[in-house]
């Protein structure tokens, strides 16, 4: 009797632990190392033939392990028959896409959004955030909403300024004309919550006290953002999991890979985005995926956490960890955590070869 995975559960061994990334169900579980192990030998051995390799009480732990499979429903049991009838999933990434995600600072201005977004729509883009610094009222929000009526951007994020004028009504008319409006952002709001718009939807409005000037949208690593899905897995394998077929505008019109990076590829006054894209340099990001990163590679989270590349542990080094991480994999603990220190510390301590790469 052999065991076998389902094609969309994925073993991810880290420094410490490993995980099962179950695509389709979009979860994740931890196993040890030791599980991750016999996982590997499953492809080449019957259980018998593997059991036979331990001793009798390491044999109880495999059917421990056997259980956890089977009572999450990660795997399968198949008989004589040749391996080479499972296919693999594939992890081609393709995209018809130029550009498949956007991010636009403007000041209330929706002739702007309207230029960027026929541009945007040609590259085929799908996702658009837009980040309104200035006071906007509901008339301004609706016009900037109406820019994405003949595209076919699919997912739109709006972030601006509270304004106790933009009362709840005039937001769920909003919602109701532009329905692919999936998240609504307001910044300096007298609380910080989320409130429902919607009791049917459920539509969430995320309030903060933050100011807007003040709020740093880039590159925070937190287990709430783990993407656990093909697409984002299978592009993990192969590109940038935050910069890929990215394009950014600042207030400024500066097309950039990152509103926090520095480097721009002209200007939208005087640049269309298919020049910038293809202006030298500006794809380099895309191509930094996290197996190339320094920690992130021996992270047990690698193919389901979003990359940052503008805030990063070392600037001088563009493999450097993400510095708003407070993950340390070598230990397997986040910050604020009993007993977690940080991974310099942790190196400082162990003989770490940062050569090294942990094969998943
Ligand atoms: S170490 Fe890297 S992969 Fe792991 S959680 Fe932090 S940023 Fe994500």
Redesign the pocket.
Known sequence: MNIKLHSNCIPIKGYYRSIIIDLQRKTYYFIPNSMFEIIQQFTKKRITEIKKLYTEEESKIIDEYINFLFSNDLCFYYNDVNEDYFSPLSFDYKSPSKITNAIISVKSNSIIVNKIVEQLDKLGCKAIQIQMLDNIDINELENISHCFNDSRIRDIQLLFPYNEYLEKENLLKLLETNHRITKLFVFGAPNSEIIFLDEYRKFPVYLTKQKIENYSFCGN?H?QN?TCNMSFFIESQFYNTCLNRKVCIDTNGNIKNCPNMQKTYGNIQDTTLTEAILKQGFKDYWFIK?DD?D??Q?????HI????RAFIKDPENIYS??SK?????YIAKWEGQEGWIS?EEWRKDNKYNQNRVVES
């Open positions: 690593i287990p783990f996290k990163i920690v992130c021996d992270c047990e989270f690698r956490c979003t990359d940052c960890q993400p991480c407070s993950y340390n994999p991974v």
